[in-house]
């Protein structure tokens, strides 16, 4: 990372530019919700304010490092090897869009900054309530100037756990049969429907441990971040890295116990 900017420097440019995004994000929605498109499926919505978000992310950025490339949930951009050293930033300018379009206030914009493929900072800012999670690699990950430390639950039996649904309907199939048969296992399981935020309520001790198959980059950069920050494992399944096949968070006490879970019940397959 030589020649990089320090993670603290990297945190501040996210904070402003999140908190800008998530102000245009909020006062769009009566315009935005009117103009909604489909993506990967018919339930897969994006609105006029995810675009006009993420552009102004990326003209912000653009601006004030122009070296810089983004990786955005709209536009792509970013996917490209950059230069040892150069920042990447991760963006999802609203996590949480068929929350934003019905009016459920839960969703958010999610910034990460990356170098030489590592996630160095990171900030989730709900757009209704602007509750802020932020993190640096080793700095530990903060809500309003209080650490956070994840949950004290060590019994699989009494964890409550987050997790989510694709949009494929052959996925949501699968992903329902696997809750069939752990809910028995566990206390209860919340769908909340932003996996941004999800992450950082697992930073913060709210949920208990949290995974979902399908997520993307920016899906979890800057949450991954927060969490591992709070002392929690972010992991894949089988040795595997977080990503697409499977994204889990949990604290140490509970990781092992809900990853065999997910392993015996197939959590990774499906479509």
């Known amino acids: 990372m030589s020649g990089a900017p320090a993670p603290d420097e990297l945190l501040s440019i996210a904070i402003r530019v999140a908190r800008e995004a998530a102000a245009t994000a909020h006062r769009m929605r009566s315009e935005a919700i009117g103009d909604v498109q489909t993506k990967s499926t018919d339930t897969d919505v994006v609105t006029a304010a995810d675009k006009a978000v993420e552009r102004q992310v990326i003209e912000a950025l653009q601006a004030g490092r122009p070296g810089d490339t983004v990786l955005g949930e709209e536009y792509g951009g970013g996917?490209?090897?950059?230069?040892?050293?150069?920042?990447?930033?991760?963006?999802?300018?609203?996590d949480g869009t068929v929350n934003y379009l019905y009016g459920v206030p839960h969703y958010a914009v999610s910034l990460a900054a990356e170098v030489d493929g590592v996630v160095v900072a990171g900030v989730v800012r709900n757009i209704v309530t602007g509750d802020e999670w932020t993190a640096t690699r080793g700095g530990g990950a903060w809500r309003d100037g209080r650490r956070l430390t994840g949950s004290s639950e060590t019994e699989l039996g009494q964890t409550l756990v987050g997790t989510g649904f694709g949009y494929d309907s052959r996925r949501r199939d699968h992903q329902t049969a696997v809750l069939h048969r752990m809910i028995t296992r566990i206390r209860d399981i919340r769908r909340l429907g932003s996996a941004s935020l999800d992450l950082c309520f697992?930073?913060?001790?709210?949920?208990?441990?949290?995974?979902?198959?399908?997520?993307?980059?920016?899906?979890?950069?800057?949450?991954?971040?927060?969490?591992?920050?709070?002392?929690?494992?972010?992991?894949?399944?089988?040795?595997?890295?977080?990503?697409?096949?499977?994204?889990?968070?949990?604290?140490?006490?509970?990781?092992?116990?809900?990853?065999?879970?997910?392993v015996e019940l197939d959590a990774s397959g499906g479509a």
């Open 79 to 94: 996917a490209a090897p950059v230069e040892p050293g150069a920042v990447r930033w991760i963006l999802d300018p609203i």
């Open 202 to 262: 697992t930073a913060e001790g709210i949920l208990d441990a949290f995974f979902e198959k399908g997520l993307n980059h920016w899906d979890h950069a800057a949450g991954g971040l927060i969490a591992a920050e709070a002392g929690l494992l972010v992991t894949g399944l089988a040795g595997r890295e977080p990503g697409v096949d499977m994204v889990l968070v949990a604290p140490p006490a509970l990781h092992g116990p809900l990853h065999d879970l997910l």
